[in-house]
């Protein structure tokens, strides 16, 4: 498991997708964080001349609460590209045939499998460093730079980054465990692209608009990552995901990991090769 | 060394309703080096993907020194292959090609450099395999077959996009790691590619084993064929049809007026005899030399010999 687990994580540095996409998604979580925070912390501002029940009845979070709200757009928008990049560490090797050799100097596929669920989760870690700097250091600066207040005093703050993190680094896995699914990449973009932007964001506005307040939606792999941050864009549309605890989240999503791996391990990834 | 056998049993192998491989039965011995020769169609990918645990068999089974492929612990370090589809990402280098294979093969870094300069790859080792010639990639391909110092070789179509110098540098390689005791298949297309190659050829056919021999057997399976013309044609024809030859009749051509027969089957010195026996004056008598192609193509096209 050692070997495979080496000849993994060296497949997946020595190509130069794992940092294009990081950038990529640097990149927009930096736009993103800077436009937001400027939005809100305007908003406030704005809002600031009414009387306080008004300012209640906005329903908005305020100060140390919106900033993380703010920053919790790293989980919430770029879970695609942890996701993306374990899939691709399977689609890839399908695409250009070098799964050939994979197999040939690993046979158990089984061990191929483990050791790319495994290596994918320092990997999405590394994701989530980045993306979650990206969306807060320029997001806290604009905040601060206003007269704000960016909440990195506050234990509540740190804590949020760390569960941030460990969504990143569990998407990786689940995104292993899609690829091993869907081993052709063209199709997995299809599909990765169309749950993560149309089906979940639909499935997740029904129960509001029905007015039911659980559901099984809560434990759609997006719902269950933004309940891992615990605070997310998504509740300002009414789509609580408070109601569920992190640790749990955490282990649920973690879950899906595993339960795709599964499914992927006994209709896919064990068929022939050629 | 351990002297490895590959022995191949009732090997079957169906996707849905095309049988690419039949009740294929051989032995490949080590020390030497053993052509796996067929048209292009005839089932030669798939029976090696199929030794090496990467398609599920139908039915029968190929085994290592008794062993299958899959059971082997670190099987690349015994049994090295390179597959027909070269298999790179054209966005790893040689050198990182090899070193994410190296840690499951079993062998260390340093080795993946020293097999790149084996295979004339060195100064390319930093370059990327998009970047690569045909002839690059077939050299790469080997390297990783190589990469962890193999008792068992099998290569898919070897010569296949490489020069001649490439050609010739796979002959003297393969020999040498023949003589070293090591068990040694090539496939090919060509008999003509590898039969300064190869000792022992294993012929098949729509997937069935067609012809199982040394090479100096398949050469002795060559009929003698020869030019006959004489000044009577009919008296001729009669002669060969008497004499119950297989005979074809050649257009007049260059260096030739008279119609001529081509007789497959008697010696020249045979046909003479009867000619002069019967007092047939021959004006045309020339052995040819059956080549090896021609044998190949005789076993191939029909399934079989005639
Ligand atoms: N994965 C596959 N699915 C369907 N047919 C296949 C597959 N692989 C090979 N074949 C068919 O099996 C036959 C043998 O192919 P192959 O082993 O590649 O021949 P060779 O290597 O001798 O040229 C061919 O008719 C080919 O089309
Ligand atoms: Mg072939």
Redesign the pocket.
């Known amino acids: 498991m050692t070997a495979a687990l080496k000849s993994e994580f060296r497949k997946l540095f020595s190509t130069r997708m794992w940092w294009i996409l990081m950038i990529c998604a640097a990149a927009y979580l930096a736009f993103m964080g800077l436009l937001m925070a400027f939005s809100f912390q305007f908003g406030t501002q704005e809002l600031s001349d009414l009387p306080p029940e008004a300012q209640e009845a906005t329903g908005l979070p305020r100060g140390a609460a919106m900033a993380r709200m703010i920053y919790s757009m790293a989980g919430s928008f770029a879970y695609i590209f942890p996701l993306l990049i374990g899939a691709l560490s399977i689609t890839q090797e399908y695409r250009h045939k070098t799964i050939t050799p994979t197999f040939l100097a690993e046979p158990r596929r089984y061990v191929v499998l483990g050791a790319k669920l495994v290596a994918s989760l320092p990997m999405g870690f590394v994701y989530g460093l980045v993306c979650v700097a990206a969306t807060a250091l320029p997001a806290a600066l604009v905040l601060e730079i206003m007269g704000g207040d960016a909440g990195l005093g506050q234990t509540e703050t740190w804590a949020f980054f760390g569960r941030a993190l460990l969504d990143f680094t569990v998407w990786a896995s689940v995104g292993v465990g899609l690829g091993s699914l869907i081993t052709n990449q063209v199709a997995l973009i299809v599909v990765v692209l169309a749950e993560t932007q149309a089906v979940e964001p639909i499935l997740r506005m029904l129960p509001p608009m029905i007015g039911q307040d659980w559901t099984w939606t809560d434990y759609l792999p997006g719902a269950v990552g933004d309940a891992i941050q615990g605070a997310s864009l998504y509740s300002l549309m009414g789509m609580d995901t408070g109601a569920m605890p992190w640790g749990w989240a955490l282990l649920i999503l973690l879950g899906w990991a595993v339960a795709l791996a599964g499914l992927g391990y006994a209709f896919q990834f064990r068929r022939?090769v050629? | 060394m351990v002297e490895d056998v590959i022995e191949v049993s009732h090997l079957t192998k169906r996707?849905?309703s095309?049988t690419?491989?039949e009740d294929l039965s051989f032995q490949v011995q080590p020390g030497r080096v053993t052509g796996f020769l067929?048209?292009?169609?005839?089932?030669?990918?798939?029976?090696l993907?199929l030794a090496l645990g990467l398609?599920r068999p139908t039915g029968g089974g190929v085994t290592f020194d008794g062993q299958k492929y899959a059971a082997i612990p670190r099987p690349a370090h015994h049994i090295g292959a390179a597959l027909?589809a070269a298999s790179f990402h054209p966005g790893r280098t040689a050198l990182a090609h090899l070193k994410t294979l190296a840690p499951e093969v079993g062998v260390s870094d340093k080795r993946c450099m020293e097999i790149l300069e084996l295979v004339g790859l060195k100064a390319d080792a930093k370059r990327r395999v998009g970047q690569f010639s045909m002839g690059m990639r077939g050299r790469l391909g080997v390297a990783v077959a190589l990469l962890g110092d193999p008792g068992v070789l099998l290569l898919?179509?070897p010569t296949n996009g490489l020069d001649p110098e490439g050609i010739s540098w796979i002959r003297s390689l393969l020999r040498a790691m023949a003589t070293q005791g090591r068990t040694i298949l090539i496939?090919s297309?060509l008999l003509a590619e590898v039969e300064n190659t190869v000792d022992d050829v294993i012929i098949?056919a729509k997937?069935r084993l067609v012809h199982n021999s040394s090479l100096a057997d398949l050469r002795a399976l060559a009929r003698p064929q020869t030019i006959v013309a004489a000044n009577d044609p009919p008296a001729l024809g009669r002669l060969a049809a008497g004499q119950g030859w297989a005979a074809q009749p050649l257009p007049a051509g260059p260096g030739r007026t008279d119609a001529a027969l081509m007789v497959t089957g008697p010696t020249a010195a045979e046909i003479g005899q009867a000619a002069f026996a019967s007092g047939l004056a021959l004006t045309q008598l020339a052995s040819q030399v059956a080549g090896l192609e021609q044998i190949f193509f005789r076993l191939t096209e029909g399934g079989g010999l005639k």
């Open positions: 022939d050629s | 996707f849905g095309l690419a491989v067929g048209p292009n169609g005839a089932g030669k990918t798939t029976t993907r398609i027909e898919d179509e496939s297309h098949i997937g």
